[in-house]
């Protein structure tokens, strides 16, 4: 079988189940997230070398006391978000800075600082983000990944048959002005598109989820391509054939979603 064969069925499959376990329940909503941040807190431990037993752990807190157990407190969520915001941001600033060899400080407690911001609590953060106009809603969950897999699939097309400036290419050397500015364009016309069906969120709203989703995203696949790049490693992990590991495919979302959250629960 084909690498390209396998990559589409791999893909088939991750789609269809997160699209089903999304709209199908809460439960099953969160008993698919919870099972992505267990295998993304495995893969992350393996990137910055560091035992996975205490953050498995964690993970367990912080979904149940975020999420099961939750009060929909606003100045709850808002802390949440503040404190994984602290985190992203220092990373964007590191990502930038050319003589930096890591993102964030190394010793131990910079690590689980690491697990924490840019691992376990985006998690939380999308695992509560149906609920931030009150009742169940995943079709916010489901507009978000339909606008990073455009931003994604476009940015590459534009990329490839465009391309000829690199957009940071001693981080990601294949990515390109012209495919990210293409893979805007794109993202926020269907952005407006989705803001004609899923009308819980108004066109200005999905714009800026538009926006959002493009430019953070985009730092945030890059973010973790240093990651990997300082872990000397290709892929996060092998569980999704072709793809590679859950933070390959979650990258983008784990790192905008709490800018998005931040964004809705000013402008709800």
């Given at each position: ?5 396998t ?134 969950v ?22 000829k ?9 294949k ?17 407006y ?76």
């Amino acid at each position: 079988m084909s690498e390209n064969v396998t990559r589409s069925i791999s893909g088939i499959i991750f789609i269809t189940l997160l699209v089903f376990a999304t709209l199908f329940s809460e439960i099953s909503f969160i008993a698919l997230f919870s099972a992505f941040a267990f295998i993304a807190v495995f893969e992350f431990c393996s990137l910055i070398k560091l035992d996975a037993k205490i953050p498995y752990l964690l993970v367990v807190i912080a979904i149940a006391l975020g999420v099961v157990l939750d009060t929909h407190s606003p100045t709850n969520n808002i802390v949440l978000v503040a404190a994984t915001l602290f985190v992203s941001i220092n990373l964007m600033i590191n990502l930038f800075k050319t003589s930096k060899n890591e993102l964030f400080s190394s010793d131990l407690a910079g690590k689980y600082i690491q697990l924490l911001g840019y691992v376990i609590f985006p998690f939380v953060i999308i695992m509560k983000l149906p609920y931030i106009q009150g009742s169940f809603t995943p079709q916010i969950v489901i507009g978000i990944f339909v606008l990073i897999w455009t931003n994604d699939t476009f940015a590459y097309i534009f990329g490839k048959y465009l391309g000829k400036n690199k957009l940071f290419e001693r981080v990601s050397p294949k990515k390109t002005i012209e495919g990210f500015i293409g893979g805007m364009a794109v993202c926020l016309i269907v952005a407006y598109i989705l803001s004609i069906y899923f009308t819980f969120l108004t066109p200005i709203q999905w714009l800026v989820l538009g926006l959002i989703m493009s430019v953070i995203g985009t730092i945030g696949d890059l973010v973790e391509s240093k990651y990997k790049r300082i872990a000397g490693v290709k892929d996060s992990g092998k569980i999704m054939p072709g793809h590679g590991g859950i933070l390959d495919r979650l990258d983008s979302v784990i790192f905008a979603v709490p800018f998005i959250y931040f964004v809705l629960f000013f402008i709800s």
